[in-house]
């Protein structure tokens, strides 16, 4: 599944490991999840939203983008 998991830890400046530590699950996981070898299960998605603070549709579908204020989403095409 595509996502933009690795452009959201970017912009905390988290290395990979900063991210599974506070997710509680591995290094690799996330590194499977940013590559999209891995899709997580549902809880996985939404604690990911909440660390994030954005809608799980915003990290796991590239055609939807986040309007600045997080209050709108728009589809990209």
């Given at each position: 599944m595509k996502n933009?998991?690795?452009v959201l830890?970017?912009?905390q400046d988290w290395t990979q490991a900063?991210?599974?530590e506070k997710?509680?699950?591995s290094r690799?996981?996330?590194n499977a999840i940013e590559k999209g070898k891995?899709?997580?299960s549902l809880p996985l998605a939404f604690k990911l939203a909440r660390l994030f603070d954005?809608?799980?549709e915003a990290i796991f579908d590239d055609e939807v983008r986040i309007d600045s204020d997080k209050s709108?989403?728009?589809l990209t095409s």
């Amino acid at each position: 599944m595509k996502n933009r998991l690795k452009v959201l830890r970017a912009e905390q400046d988290w290395t990979q490991a900063d991210l599974a530590e506070k997710l509680d699950v591995s290094r690799q996981t996330v590194n499977a999840i940013e590559k999209g070898k891995y899709d997580p299960s549902l809880p996985l998605a939404f604690k990911l939203a909440r660390l994030f603070d954005t809608p799980i549709e915003a990290i796991f579908d590239d055609e939807v983008r986040i309007d600045s204020d997080k209050s709108m989403l728009s589809l990209t095409s």
